[in-house]
């Protein structure tokens, strides 16, 4: 079992920056590849980021390419998202999850998950 706890979220103006952690206990945390998805209302759960278990490894979706940066710190079992140049559509819930093996960007294949921290870009 692995818990994840996201925090960093808030509401912020266009063109400004949030960081998002997220906490692992449980498990060893430099086995899980682990994933940034968000959901906005009435919309599905999308993927914002992965990365593996090393971080030697990043991915992102089209849209945050370039904005948001992924990364990880094994030694304090935490996986962050920072995000630059928010822009109103990026307002959703970002939610961390963790998984075996590679990153990948269903969210079904991701067994755990975190409660999900509110991201609010106004404009």
């Known amino acids: 079992q692995v818990e994840l706890v996201e925090s960093g979220g808030g509401l912020v103006q266009a063109g400004g920056s949030l960081r998002l952690s997220c906490a692992a206990s449980?498990?060893?945390?430099?086995?899980?590849?682990m994933g940034w998805f968000r959901q906005a209302p009435g919309k599905e759960r999308a993927f914002v980021s992965g990365i593996n278990q090393s971080g030697g490894s990043t991915y992102y979706a089209d849209s945050v390419k370039g904005r948001f940066t992924i990364s990880r710190d094994n030694a304090k079992n935490t996986v962050y998202l920072q995000m630059n140049s928010l822009k109103p559509e990026d307002t959703a819930v970002y939610y961390c999850a963790a998984k075996m093996w590679s990153v990948a960007e269903k969210p079904y294949n991701y067994n755990y998950w975190g409660q999900g921290t509110q991201v609010t870009v106004s404009s």
């Open positions: 449980g498990r060893t945390f430099s086995n899980y590849a």
